[in-house]
Every structure is written in C-alpha cells, then in structure tokens.
C-alpha cells in the first residue's frame, strides 16, 4: 500500500512569488495535515483538512492557504513568498478521529521550499 | 495554547538505555504521540499513549502520566541506526482538532 506521497520534492522560488505544494493521502485516510519545519523550529501546525473541509490551522499568514479535493488529496499554496518560508513542508494523513487509538498521522517525504 | 517541552540534545553509546523525557501544558489533551525522524527523512511513528502507564515495543517503551503532563521514551539497547531526532507530540483537540502540536524534539547521537 502506498505511502503519504508529496510533489514536488524540491522547489526553488524567488522572493514574492507563489508556491503550491502537493500531497496524496494514504488510501482511505480522509484527514490531512500540513506542517512547516524551518530549521532549528521544530514542526509547526500549517493547516488541517478533512472531507474537503479547512478544519483548523496554525499560528500563520493568511498567505498560506489551501485545499482538500474530493478524492482527499491536498494542495498548499504559500503566496507572496518571503525568504522566512524556506523550510520543508510536511504532509501527513490520518483516518477520521473517532476518540481512540489508531488515528495517528502518517508523513510523506516532505517539499523542500527555497525562496531565494 | 500549548507548551512542549523535550530536551534540545542527547548523547549515548552502543549497547546503553536512555530515557527522553517530554513535558507538556494543554488545555483539551487527547493524546501524545512519539515519532522518530532521521535525518532528511519523514517522521515515523513510534507510540501512543492516553492512559497512564507504559507502552512497551521491543526495544522502546512510552511512559506516560496525565496528571504530570509528563511522558518520556526509553530506548533499550541502544544500535547505531537509532541516531535521529525524537519528536514528542500532543493532540490538543481545543487548540488544533484532531492535528499533532509537536515540541521542538530531541537529537540523539549515538556513538560506538
């Protein structure tokens, strides 16, 4: 069965421009999580999507948005990019919370985002 | 809000038990959540803890206490490979829902 999967696996942007990172969830998972990790930060809490839904999101810009399409896969776009947004863009899957066990996340690979 | 806290650094040796301890300040905790991540890796998921006790998997145990907000992971004899970073997490489902708040995690070096 195939992994949380992310595209691309680098980019590179200059300053002001618009980035969009894409992920496909594990198979049946309806959750989606997107996480920033900048270097020396630690993972910090982006967005959260379920059945197509913005559910909650983190501490960030309103430049950072996205969307959950229909078969549960993801996009997150980050507009007018600063140098600060260099960081690897995490994305992880979970089936929907039912209030037990079993519901943790499951990341991909990561995007590598450079703005130079 | 939330605050994890996990120390920045850890040192061991081949064969040796360490013990990385995590603390954390929620106000709608269900759950927390070890990961290991090696480096230029994804986060793999280690444990799961929302009773008190200890989780125990071969050579790494979760403990937990709620009413400590408390937690750590033990990593039994320790192998060369488990270099890597150990994120401890919390689900906050008043904070973020049903999304992971990770602490800044713990970097740990094992040499030969």
């Given at each position: 069965?195939?992994?949380?999967?992310?595209?691309?696996?680098?980019?590179?942007?200059?300053?002001?421009?618009?980035?969009?990172?894409?992920?496909?969830?594990?198979?049946?998972?309806?959750?989606?999580?997107?996480?920033?990790?900048?270097?020396?930060l630690g993972l910090q809490f982006l967005l959260w999507y379920d059945e197509g839904e913005e559910r909650n999101r983190g501490n960030f810009p309103p430049r950072f948005s996205g969307r959950q399409f229909p078969n549960y896969?993801?996009?997150?776009?980050?507009?007018?990019?600063?140098?600060?947004?260099?960081?690897?863009?995490?994305?992880?899957?979970?089936?929907a919370w039912t209030g037990g066990a079993g519901t943790e996340a499951f990341f991909g690979q990561g995007t590598r985002l450079t703005v130079v | 809000g939330q605050n994890i806290d996990q120390p920045t650094e850890m040192t061991a040796t081949e064969g040796a038990i360490v013990q990385i301890n995590c603390t954390y300040q929620t106000s709608g905790f269900n759950g927390l959540?070890?990961?290991q991540q090696h480096a230029g890796e994804a986060p793999t998921f280690l444990s799961y803890n929302v009773l008190d006790g200890l989780e125990e998997k071969g050579r790494f145990s979760s403990f937990f206490s709620r009413s400590k907000g408390y937690s750590y992971l033990l990593l039994k004899?320790?192998?060369?490979?488990?270099?890597?970073?150990?994120?401890?997490?919390?689900?906050?489902?008043?904070?973020a829902g049903t999304a992971l708040i990770f602490g800044k995690g713990t970097t740990l070096s094992v040499s030969s």
């Open positions: 069965e195939a992994g949380v999967t992310q595209s691309p696996t680098h980019l590179i942007k200059t300053r002001g421009q618009q980035a969009t990172l894409r992920c496909s969830p594990i198979s049946g998972h309806t959750s989606v999580y997107w996480y920033q990790q900048a270097l020396g896969s993801s996009e997150l776009n980050v507009n007018a990019l600063e140098l600060e947004d260099s960081a690897l863009y995490l994305c992880a899957s979970s089936l | 959540f070890w990961y004899e320790l192998q060369m490979k488990d270099s890597a970073s150990y994120l401890c997490a919390v689900r906050d489902i008043s904070q």
